[in-house]
């Protein structure tokens, strides 16, 4: 092992922001030193750690709704780690990473971990690199991980599914973003959030909401579907002591164990394909070819791999 | 296997209390549009929360906006809050209405740059660009 991955790792242990962050790049940038970082990271907290996805549409409120359940854990003395994500420009690669601004009354305390990831347009490549970021920050002693990403595209879907629970933050107003998104996240929610529940609609959305989810409240005889004023910090405690409840639910009934083995198999699938990306761009370079895709694919994967 | 250079991170930050964050706005998109990440942290932030959010993310640049006039002290303090948190080796650029007179005594208070109005914008992205690449190159980590 290198010393510098030594020191890095030292530093995690004893939660030095400089050594976090740094850690993080490494892995994120798959540098030289990234497999000794996350072979030596303290297993017995990663395992321990909650990790919480909070998705939704832009504008529902959820970069308040997180800052406010860090002041409710911070105020129980709890290390928070927070992983905020946000789009690529698919033009020029760039991002604008802005969730911390929301955050920003946490800044000076060491004990709330945040950092900022853009998705980089990789197809599934985020998943690995935050999948990584979390077990960085639990191994740094964070108890509770959330990570807050727009819920709208499948790079979002797939990274919600690295969390042990995931909540949907709605607000009244978004009509035809909600009816589209039933399909999708809504299933894959564990819990429903009306945000700004004093707003015309929301008793509408929230008796909606309710009628979706009434066949998953009673499984596990949590209440699912939460009403929250975010910005007065209203209805916050009530999440958070249900994502806790429910969190010992997932571990009680194995279900937890199971969603963690999920997430890590796409995570491995998530490598391989960003492991291998090199070598199949690069034996496409050198055979330029008409065919369909697919038979091409066919054909470059029995090459490329036999070779070996 | 060639490793492709990832994209480099930078925070666009105003210290201090003016409230005025255009000209901020407008760098941290240009940069966006070069292939910069951006970690824009807002107006009215101290040097402390700067700094502090800079080792956090762990940008290669930190490039400041002031346009009331307190530069002179809040420039060189986010240089000093960054080297007491282990970050002396991020550069620090700096933007706004600032007098020619002042340049001088900025750059030997650690400022790695400084741009004044009317500095056309490839000007001010091509220098963030040499000191990120240069931050990089002295990072045997990534």
Redesign the interface.
């Known amino acids: 092992m290198t010393t510098?991955s030594e020191i890095?790792l030292a530093g995690i242990k004893e939660h030095?922001?400089?050594a976090?962050?740094?850690a993080?790049?490494?892995v994120?940038?798959?540098?030289?030193?990234a497999a000794d970082i996350l072979t030596f990271l303290d297993q017995e907290r990663i395992s321990k750690v909650m990790v919480a996805g909070i998705t939704g549409p832009p504008g529902a409120g959820k970069s308040t709704l997180t800052s406010g359940l860090i002041t409710i854990l911070r105020n129980s003395g709890k290390r928070v780690g927070i992983i905020a994500v946000d789009p690529?420009?698919p033009?020029?690669?760039?991002?604008?990473?802005?969730d911390?601004?929301r955050m920003?009354d946490h800044?000076?305390d060491p004990d709330v971990?945040?950092?900022?990831m853009?998705t980089?347009g990789r197809l599934g490549g985020l998943c690995a690199s935050a999948g990584a970021t979390v077990r960085i920050m639990a191994a740094a002693g964070c108890e509770l991980i959330l990570i807050e990403t727009v819920g709208v595209g499948q790079s979002e879907m797939d990274i919600v599914q690295l969390a042990d629970i995931t909540v949907m933050v709605l607000a009244p107003g978004f009509g035809d973003d909600i009816q589209a998104m039933k399909a999708g996240l809504l299933e894959v929610a564990d819990f429903l959030v009306v945000n700004k529940s004093d707003q015309p609609g929301a008793s509408g959305l929230l008796m909606d909401m309710e009628q979706i989810f009434s066949a998953k409240e009673e499984e596990s005889g949590i209440a699912r579907v939460l009403e929250t004023i975010a910005s007065e910090n209203r209805g916050l405690e009530e999440l958070l002591q249900s994502m806790e409840n429910f969190s010992d639910y997932l571990a009680a009934t194995g279900q937890k164990e199971q969603r963690r083995n999920r997430a890590l198999n796409a995570e491995t699938i998530d490598w391989i394909i960003e492991m291998l990306r090199?070598?199949f761009q690069d034996a496409m370079n050198r055979s330029p070819s008409q065919k369909d895709p697919r038979i091409r694919a066919k054909e470059l994967i029995s090459k490329t791999l036999r070779v070996n | 296997m060639t490793k492709e250079q990832t994209p480099f991170r930078v925070l666009i930050g105003k210290p201090g209390l003016d409230g005025h964050d255009r000209g901020a706005k407008f760098i941290a998109r240009a940069l966006r549009d070069q292939g910069f990440e951006v970690i824009y942290t807002g107006i009215r932030r101290t040097a402390a929360e700067i700094a502090a959010t800079a080792i956090q993310e762990d940008v290669d640049v930190v490039g400041l906006s002031s346009l009331s006039g307190a530069h002179l002290r809040l420039f060189p303090e986010v240089v000093n809050e960054l080297a007491s948190r282990g970050g002396s080796d991020i550069p620090v650029l700096g933007g706004g209405v600032i007098p020619e007179e002042d340049i001088a005594t900025l750059l030997e208070n650690g400022l790695s740059g400084i741009f004044t109005p009317g500095t056309p914008a490839d000007v001010i992205i091509s220098s963030f660009k040499k000191a990120s690449q240069q931050h990089r190159n002295h990072d045997n980590l990534k």
């Open positions: 510098s890095l030095d922001p400089r976090i962050g740094r993080i790049s490494v994120e940038n798959n540098g030289d030193g690529s420009s033009i020029s690669g760039g991002a604008i990473l802005g911390r601004i920003m800044a000076l971990v945040v950092r900022s853009a980089r090199p070598r």
